[in-house]
């Protein structure tokens, strides 16, 4: 789900960014188009031999402001939130609003099924990703919250039943 972010410098332009936390491969657009990670010379080292002169990160993009001028837009991982931060001359930049305590224990109930093991700790971390990205909509009001308990409690009967589906196998 694209995110409208507000960058200072950009007034008066679209700029959205996609995160997929699966490659943690992020997409940014300017103005409907999609904006390449940049790939810039470092001259203050140069690489060693063998190596390629051209350094670069797939989370930087170089964007050019209302007023000509490049800045270098760096997307980084905001750990355990999902939304990123963006880095702009320095400057931290959030592309969600933070949430608040009730809202991240809410979210990360789920995270009680590490108790289950290996089966509930993987049922516990994607529900706990989806409750995060349900919980951000602002539109839904009350409905982000039955929504983020219609995901716990499919989270939780999943679990018990492959649990117990598991150990009906090994029992055999």
């Known amino acids: 789900m694209p995110i409208p972010v507000s960058l200072p410098g950009f007034e008066g332009r679209t700029i959205t960014l996609e995160s997929n ?21 470092n001259a203050a080292s ?15 993009f170089l964007l050019r402001q209302n007023d000509g001028r490049e800045v270098l837009v760096r997307v980084k991982p905001a750990f355990p939130d999902p939304a990123p931060v963006l880095e702009v ?20 109930f789920p995270l009680v099924l590490l108790l289950g093991g290996i089966v509930g700790g993987g ?36 679990c018990f039943i492959v649990i117990a589906a598991l150990q009906n196998l090994i029992k055999r």
Not at 21 to 33: F, I, N, V
Not at 46 to 60: I, L, W
């Open 21 to 41: 936390m699966w490659s943690g491969q992020p997409k940014l657009t300017l103005d409907g188009y999609e904006i390449k990670p940049t790939i810039h010379q």
């Open 46 to 60: 140069p690489s060693p031999p063998g190596r390629k002169s051209a350094k670069g990160s797939k989370n930087e």
């Open 89 to 108: 001359n320095g400057q931290i930049i959030r592309t969600a609003r933070q949430l608040t305590i009730f809202e991240w224990i809410w979210a990360a």
């Open 123 to 158: 049922l516990g971390m994607f529900a706990t990703i989806t409750n995060l990205n349900l919980i951000r909509e602002d539109s839904k009001g009350i409905l982000r919250y039955v929504m983020c308990a219609v995901v716990t409690t499919f989270a939780f009967l999943t």
